[in-house]
């Protein structure tokens, strides 16, 4: 699937129906990146597409509408993204570690996602577009949980280290670097810090005992 920033060049007479859901989808991230989500209004969709409310309208129903079809495309570029980066990698640790930077990169390239993502999480209750939310991140920490299992079965990582658990602490090291690089405002120098964080990310799955023996 294309990315967000691809399709804001593409010619507006050539667009699909679904490339232009695609480039409202775009634009919301594009917004997102520059105002809080509360802010993203039709009216501020169609004003950076340089189109009228009408038309945002005539490719969804609603608002809430084009807020899942944010979190359906972040769900599916999020998995390409990790899909393409562990293809090729033969060993269990090494497809984590390229799962790692597959999501900082992903983000470094698309920084609205977690301020539409955090704003969504916030709510309580359940809405369609936070029911995609949530299985949406259910389905990655699975997914994550079966790269712990299997870098744990080849012998590189312990056998005691609690799969189910294991990406709690791998998703909580890119929200921390999600945090800094707003504070710092350096999109850029994110997966060159997320390379640096990875080793010690990994000491902590590996347990005391073993980092400390350079195990």
């Keep these: 699937m294309s990315t967000p920033a691809n399709l804001e060049t593409m010619p507006r007479h050539r667009l699909s129906t679904d490339q232009r859901q695609r480039e409202i989808v ?3 991230l594009a917004l997102a990146r520059e105002r809080g989500p509360d802010a993203i209004t039709t009216q501020a969709i169609a004003d950076r597409m ?3 409310q009408g038309a945002i309208f005539r490719h ?3 608002k809430q509408a084009i807020w899942l079809a944010v979190f359906v495309w ?3 570029s999020l998995g390409a993204a990790l899909a393409a980066a562990i293809d090729e990698t033969a060993s269990p640790l ?3 570690e ?3 930077l597959a999501h900082v990169a992903f983000i470094a390239n698309n920084p609205g996602v977690p301020r539409v993502l955090f704003h969504e999480l916030q709510y309580p209750g359940d809405s369609p577009v936070r029911i995609e939310v949530r299985a949406m991140i259910e389905a990655y920490r699975q997914r994550l949980s079966q790269l712990f299992r299997q870098a744990k079965t080849a012998g590189e990582l312990p056998a005691d280290l609690d799969s189910t658990l294991a990406p709690v602490l791998f998703i909580g090291a890119v929200q921390g670097l999600v945090i800094q690089t707003a504070l710092a405002a ?8 997320a390379r640096r ?3 010690l990310l990994l000491d902590g799955y590996r347990g005391p005992a073993k980092s400390l023996t350079g195990a």
């Excluded at 350096?186 to 810090?193: C, I, L």
């Design 50 to 52: 340089g189109v009228t």
């Design 60 to 62: 969804f129903p609603d």
């Design 197 to 199: 964080l990875f080793p």
């Design 26 to 28: 775009a634009s919301v």
């Design 98 to 100: 390229q799962a790692f």
């Design 186 to 193: 350096d999109e850029a120098g994110m997966v060159e810090r």
């Design 94 to 96: 090494a497809r984590i």
């Design 74 to 76: 972040v769900r599916e």
